[in-house]
């Protein structure tokens, strides 16, 4: 392209030397028309020569410029359908990753949901083991171990004995006897029958369960209270004399017992 333009300003210089040569003085015979003639066809050849030359340099530049050209809009048509590509490649892995997203929440909702299930199922667990294992209890001033079915039912029984239901109570008592013959509340159980038979007017049945307090338990807290209850039983039966026995026997065995000195009281009245 540079030689073509130097060959083009080059031009004038050559019509300028032509027409120079083409008018001579008139003092000047260097040349005759002839060589004159001839020389400026030389020169007009070798202009059109160079400016033909120039042409093909500048067509054979504009080929490579146009092939390059062409080759660049391949290049810039292949970019962009390797951005829109790379685009549709993130869109997708966008979409991929929102849908891992969502997977990762449920999937923590659900771990929470199963450990929220296994915490009740184990409080559900340690609940039943809880009401199935022995738990330390008392009665009249006694510590000891019963299952909890125990307790329910015995606590059943004296909140019958309390509701004064004599009779319904005589049997929830004798119940827990048989289902408990050697629970913890036994000798409390037998003082609080030998009550219940009392009170559904049962007398004879409640002097053995006093009786069989006694036996099991003398030294019970409630023991002195039995031997009392054995002699207002004996007193309802008409037997004065086993009364006063059994006062006495209250009175020596357990002396500084208020059932003595209710019993001294009652012995009184029967003289």
Known sequence: MRSWFRSFAAAPALLVLVLSLGSPPAHAGLFDDEEARKAILDLRLKLEQSNEQARARQAEQM?????????????????KRSLLDLNTQIELLRADNAKLRGQDEQLARDVAELQRKQKDIQQGVEDRV?????????????????DPEEKRLYDDAMAVMRKGEFAQAAAALSGFQRRFPASGYAESVLFWL????????????AIASFRALLAAAPDHPRAPEALLSIANC??????????????????????????AQAGKERIASLR
């Open 63 to 79: 080929t490579l410029m146009n092939t390059q050209l062409q080759q660049l809009g391949e290049q810039l048509s292949q970019m």
């Open 130 to 146: 809880r009401r199935l294992e022995p738990q330390k209890v008392s009665a009249d001033g006694k510590e000891f171990l019963a």
């Open 194 to 205: 030998g009550n219940a038979h009392y009170g559904n007017r049962n007398y004879k049945d």
């Open 234 to 259: 004996q007193i309802e039966l008409k037997d004065r004399a086993a009364a006063r026995r059994t006062i006495d026997e209250l009175v020596k065995a357990y002396p500084k017992s208020e059932a």
